[in-house]
């Protein structure tokens, strides 16, 4: 690699026009420089991946970007710089090597921007880029036109990285994770804490100071360290020119009187002994405050008055994903953190905490195995403010796994010290249904990590809105819960969830909903007992409305006829009939479902169905309309009622045959009986097939000597060959599998199609 004198790379980036290529435009970092360069007029290509809003951004200054690294994109520029993801091998770092173009990391490009203007970097293991930020701000606001560069997109600044050519200081947070620190000459230097952290690239703690004394080798004007940090002051306590910060009381800059609130901070600040005022800083957290600090003792020391940086201080917001609130109502607050490390984690859960929400529920996602590795320990100890917490893989941030290094890593030493509310959910994408389904009234959301973890907590805020409308619909008496397992909800336990499972208890939210839905373009659908249903292990995406409970459960008795919900059991039924006198209904007692889903399904047992029992039926119509019908007005087939396919019904009239008790009993008895001994016990979702005109399929399964066949854990009984057990464990995918097979061999074997009669309903997994 050219390594260009400091000198040579200062004056080539402030007195001509360049043309520059940037491998990994994308990247936070990197993104600030482009748009430095850009606006010191030059002339910018960059390369990356995937483009993102950044670069969106920069093209509309002038950058011109490609999603592909290009060897010929070196060909045409004179100098090269990459991040430090960047490998040696990237075609456009070989090409540029071959043709002679000048090779600059990230960090020494960026040093030397600095160089033109009087540099002030701010380092750090934690909370540099909410520092740089805050100093960047109050430079500003007291009119020193300072330029910044900084690690993430700060809204209050409008952009990670600006240029301003009328002001003589420029503030940049300084990184530390590959050493690059060493690359900085700045005027002033704000250390905020030092600790083992980015082990994959120091050999120890010492290492990592070394790199921070070097920079403060490097500063010629004053040091600013956090007084409560025992490194920091070890590094930089005894060097003349340095002026500390924090709550010790030998601070020179001293913060007392520490009012923690919500999200907010009022302290008072003192210098060197004299009283200075109140400050608050409208971010939260006791360890803010501290960084406020050293931004008060900065700007003081650059001369901007007290009352001036304590009205900027004010003003500030937070840098995207610290402690970023995604959605906040009376009921929820969802809330995105950029922590990774131990000591970030239990700062961020702190303030989450104090919040004073009733729990607190996280979703983690680790950042990088040999961080995973290093700091396992301190992991397992870092979520003792955390209720429940959801922990997913690792973030590789380009490194290769180790083994036996995974996010089960974190919940073994977690489980080892003793929390008793997390879980490991390696598969990302599912991270906000597990999370999303323990939420209740008053909890605080939290995802941490810097990764892509925050795009789970978008997803839930996005399913919260909605989960909160359907909430009001179904009033306080309903229900609604977030990514419901339907395996709870099927009696053969198996099936993914359902996006928003809501419980109406009267048929006007019911109607409601159905408006809701059509309103919104949600899918909408009914389960009841869910006897009948096998659901994929993907779930059911939509609303899924279960009628129960209130008006639904009601069941009433009037003469010969009985008014029952749609939630009430089909044996309710037929045991008020037996109350009332009322017998013919007694085949119901062996049917395991819910009016709703005898209705819809015309479902029958012992040579009865259902619709022969009905004189009427109310059902919604998809608009939410109510209306009532005989059954003479409606297509009635075997197992199959067209009409309930687009209607939603809501209760039903049977009549029953007054008989007496005796014969009422033995009927019942007969139903049971036969059950009994012909029906598995196990779970199941009753008769998978309609019998086939050629006779029963239960009968046709056994002489195929298919009983007992089995998938994974989806067997066929072998009492009743039209019932596949779920004999713990099983998927969907099992046994539709098992139920293809059995087609399969109906249909070579004797030429018959078998018609499934259980519904099957949702999402692959
Ligand atoms: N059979 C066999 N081997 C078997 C199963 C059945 O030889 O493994 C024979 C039986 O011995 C009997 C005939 O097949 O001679 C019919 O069996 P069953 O009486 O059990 O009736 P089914 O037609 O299989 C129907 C309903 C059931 C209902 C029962 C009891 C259908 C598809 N099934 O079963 O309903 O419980 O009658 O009345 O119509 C359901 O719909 O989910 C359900 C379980």
Known sequence: MTLASEVDLQQFFSREHHRIHLVGVAGSGMSGIAALLLELGHDVSGSDKVGSLETDRLQRLGLRFHTQHRAEDAEEVEMVIFSSAIQEKNPIRVRAREVGAQLVRRAEALAAIMSGKRGIVIAGMHGKTTTSAMAAHVLREGGLHPSHYVGAEIPLLGSNAHWDSRGQYFVAEGDESDGTLRFFKPEHTLILNIEEEHLDYYADLAAIESVFSQLLDQTSGSFFYCADDPHAVRICGARARSISFGFAPEADYCGTDIDLQ????????????????????????????????????????????????????????????????????????????????????????????????????????????????ALRREFGCAFDD???????????????????????????????????????????????????????????????????????????????????????????????????????????????????????????????????????????????????????????????????????????????????????????????????????????????????????????????????????????????????????????????????????????????????????????????????????????????????????????????????????NARVSEVHGNFIINEGGATAAEVLELIDRIKRVARTERGIDLETEVEIVGEEA
């Open 386 to 712: 955390a209720d429940r917490v959801v922990v997913t893989d690792i973030y590789p941030a380009s490194e290769a796994p180790l083994p036996n290094i995974s996010g089960q890593t974190i919940v073994d030493e977690m489980i080892a010290h003793g929390h008793r509310g997390v879980t490991y959910q390696p598969r990302l994408e599912l991270v906000h249904c597990d999370l999303g389904n323990m939420i209740a009234s008053g909890d605080l959301i939290l995802s941490l990590g810097a990764g892509n973890i925050h795009e789970q907590l978008s997803i839930l805020a996005a399913d919260l809105v909605i989960a909160e409308r359907l909430k009001r619909i179904v009033g306080e008496e309903g229900n609604v819960l977030l990514y419901e397992p339907l395996a709870k909800h099927t009696t053969l336990r198996v099936g993914g969830p359902a996006q928003f499972w809501v419980e109406p208890r009267n048929e006007a939210a019911f109607a409601d909903l159905i408006r809701y839905c059509r309103r919104e373009n949600l899918p909408l659908f009914v389960i009841g007992r869910g006897s009948n249903l096998l659901v994929r292990d993907g779930g059911i995406r939509g609303v899924v409305v279960h009628p129960c409970g209130g008006e639904f459960d009601r069941v009433d008795v009037s003469g010969n006829e009985i008014t029952a919900g749609v939630g009430a059991k089909l044996k309710q039924v037929a045991y008020a009939g037996k109350a009332a006198g009322l017998g013919g209904l007694e085949w119901m007692e062996g049917i395991p479902g819910a009016v709703g889903g005898g209705l819809r399904m015309n479902a029958g047992a012992m040579g009865a169905q259902t619709f022969e029992n009905v004189v009427r039926i109310r059902y919604l119509d998809g608009e939410g309309n109510a209306s009532m019908k005989t059954p003479a007005e409606l297509e009635i087939n075997y197992r199959h009622v067209p009409s309930l396919e687009r209607n939603f019904a809501v209760s039903a009239v049977f009549s029953g045959t007054p008989s007496t008790p005796e014969e009422i009993t033995r009927r019942l008895n007969e139903s049971q009986e036969k059950r009994r001994t012909t029906q598995p016990s196990a779970k199941s979702a009753g008769c998978i097939f309609k019998n086939p005109k050629s006779g029963p399929a239960g009968k046709l399964v056994d002489e195929l000597g298919l009983k007992n066949s089995r998938v994974g």
């Open 262 to 373: 919500d999200f907010a901070s009022v302290f008072c600040v003192s210098c060197r002994g004299e009283k200075l005022g109140e400050a608050r800083l409208n971010v939260p957290g006791h360890h803010n405050v501290s960084n406020s600090l050293g931004v008060i003792a900065l700007a003081m020391e650059l001369g901007i008055p007290f009352a001036k940086i304590v009205a900027s201080l004010r003003r500030f917001e937070h840098a995207r994903r610290r402690f970023e609130i995604k959605y906040e109502s009376d009921r929820f607050l969802l809330v995105d953190d950029y922590a990774h490390h131990p000591t970030e984690i239990r700062a961020t859960l702190a303030t989450a905490k104090s919040a004073g929400r009733n729990r607190v529920l996280t979703m983690f996602q680790p950042h990088r195995y040999s961080r995973t590795k």
